[in-house]
């Protein structure tokens, strides 16, 4: 029979020492992160077989009557927001949302619809496109369309947009950078759910500071049969996805931790400073020039 020693605790504690030192920076708080992304992967899941209460929702594009809503700015630890699809911010009880372009014009596109695109140029002739509303199916190929037959020298994309579809948002995004676009979000406008991952695309992301960039949980929309496995393995791709797109884009992926943790009911709004800090916003002010 054979016999051993235990080990010495000076060693062990060495060896473990040795082991922690040794993980790369930020091991510990990116597994950590997996862990969140993984339970928000099982909500996800659970609300898309409808177990979960509130499963319904509007879905992106669907006609809605714009709902103008007064919220306090976000600030760092005040974040959190109640959510509506036809929820449109406004910075005080006593104005109206009135999201515009740098010069005043109003962006006047109904806001609660399908993305819709303008194109038009500065009195300086720097060209730009104007994109507006809910992010669908088919969208990223409508804005590639657009581009190349009436944009393709834009230097900006202004966004307004309550969001929509992730895949469609990441497509447009790439496409962005691919094509050196710097992206805006203008005075007053609001940019949520998925659309930050247009906003991301920017090789400058410029947010103005009474704008509002929001993100939360994701949904699926749904599911063939109620299949748990299924949902569940396509919420595990999409977030992978996302993840994937968001470190390509030069943002920190913490960001995507507020989503995870907001319920869908709710809209985390990030304050001026966060959005610096994650560089999901390269540039944070009223004072731009275009050119």
């Known amino acids: 029979m054979l016999e051993t020693n235990p080990p010495d605790a000076r060693l062990v504690s060495r060896r473990l020492a040795g082991w922690w030192t040794g993980l790369p920076q930020g091991w510990f708080l990116k597994r950590l992160f997996h862990v969140m992304i993984v339970a928000c992967i099982g909500g996800m899941v659970l ?44 910075p005080s009880p006593d104005r109206t949302a009135n999201p515009r372009l740098p010069d005043g014009t ?17 009195d300086d002739d720097v060209p730009y496109i104007v994109a507006t509303g809910d992010v669908a199916v088919g969208t990223s190929e409508e804005f590639k369309r657009f ?7 834009a230097r900006y994309v202004f966004l307004s ?22 992206t805006i979000v203008p005075k007053e406008a609001f940019c949520f759910s998925a659309c930050p991952l247009i906003l991301a695309g920017g090789v400058e992301r410029v947010v103005y500071p009474d704008a509002w960039v929001g993100l939360h949980q994701s949904r699926i929309a749904e599911v063939s049969g109620g299949n748990i496995r299924d949902a569940f393995e396509h919420g595990q791709t999409t977030v992978s996805r996302m993840m994937d797109y968001v470190e390509s884009m030069d943002v920190d992926p913490i960001v995507w931790r507020r989503a995870i943790q907001t319920p869908h009911e709710e809209i985390f709004m990030l304050s001026n400073e966060e959005l610096e800090e994650t560089r999901l916003a390269t540039v944070v002010s009223d004072n731009v020039r275009l050119k």
């Open 147 to 153: 581009y190349d037959s009436n944009g393709s020298n």
């Open 47 to 90: 609300d898309a077989v409808g177990a979960l209460p509130g499963g319904e929702q509007a879905l992106p594009g669907e006609p809605a009557e714009p709902n103008p809503v007064f919220f306090p700015r976000p600030a760092p630890g005040d974040n959190a927001r109640p959510y509506r699809p036809d929820m449109v911010p406004k």
């Open 106 to 122: 109003p962006i006047g596109r109904p806001q609660l619809q399908r993305m819709e695109f303008t194109y038009d140029a500065t």
């Open 161 to 182: 947009s309550r969001g929509g579809i992730v895949q469609e948002a990441v497509e447009i995004g790439r496409f962005i950078r691919t094509n050196e676009i710097k």
